[in-house]
């Protein structure tokens, strides 16, 4: 895994910054390891534009939120992909999403069950899904790969760790627990948001009262008393 300045993460996603900060207030920022936001602040990893990139193409079927979730909640099975897909270029991988029961017609399932693998690998593992959604994880790292190298960025190593290799797992326990950390910071900054703004709507209260009682106590009748 490789680290990324935001400049560079940015860059190689094709999205201002303006656009990421907005999508940081929305809660719609999906990084690798199940997080939000980085191990560091400013710094981002190499797997960070998978899910990022992974989150934009669900958008449009699953909404912001559902994608946010479905990229955050299941990067065992994303991560999974994109190792097999280094460790095998030959055959395309592929994350799929298939629907069960619910109201098809108003696209609200009832589950949505997630899993990877080659093309006919998702497809038995989804039957009798209504509908199934593939993402083909080997053309996404390939597109990454072009969009960095036109910047000068070298992505060509391999992402991650194929499932079957010691590091996998390792690497995996380790982050599970800087995944902690970053939710907590992230529970902190959040907390101390809420009490900045509600101090700030408490002071402004207290401004339109003070100011109200102002204007009362300089107002004709009140003089004449």
């Not at 280094?86 to 592929?94: A, I, K, L």
């Amino acid at each position: 895994m490789r680290s990324l300045t935001r400049d560079q993460f940015l860059t190689i996603l094709g999205m201002s910054s303006p656009t990421f900060d907005a999508l940081q207030r929305d809660g719609h920022v999906a990084l690798a390891f199940g997080t939000p936001i980085p191990a560091t602040p400013g710094r981002y990893l190499d797997l960070d534009l998978v899910g990022m990139a992974m989150a934009t193409v669900l958008a449009p079927t699953f909404g912001r939120d559902g994608a946010t979730w479905i990229v955050l909640g299941f990067f065992n099975q994303w991560v999974a992909a994109v190792g097999e897909a280094d460790v095998n270029p030959s055959r395309n991988y592929f994350v799929a999403m298939g629907s069960f029961g619910g109201d098809v017609i108003k696209r609200k399932p009832d589950e949505i069950r997630i899993t990877h693998g080659t093309d006919e690998q998702v497809l038995s593992d989804l039957q009798g899904a209504h509908s199934v959604m593939k993402i083909d994880i080997t053309y996404l790292l390939a597109r990454l790969r072009i969009n960095a190298r036109v910047v000068g960025i070298d992505l060509e190593p391999p992402f991650f760790f194929p499932p079957e290799h010691e590091r996998y797992s390792q690497i995996i326990t380790e982050f599970k627990q800087q995944r902690e950390h970053r939710v907590a910071r992230l529970r902190r900054d959040r907390q101390k948001s809420r009490r900045r703004q509600a101090m700030e709507r408490e002071q402004g209260t207290l401004f339109k009262v003070a100011q109200r009682l102002k204007d009362q106590s300089t107002s004709p009748d009140m003089a004449m008393q």
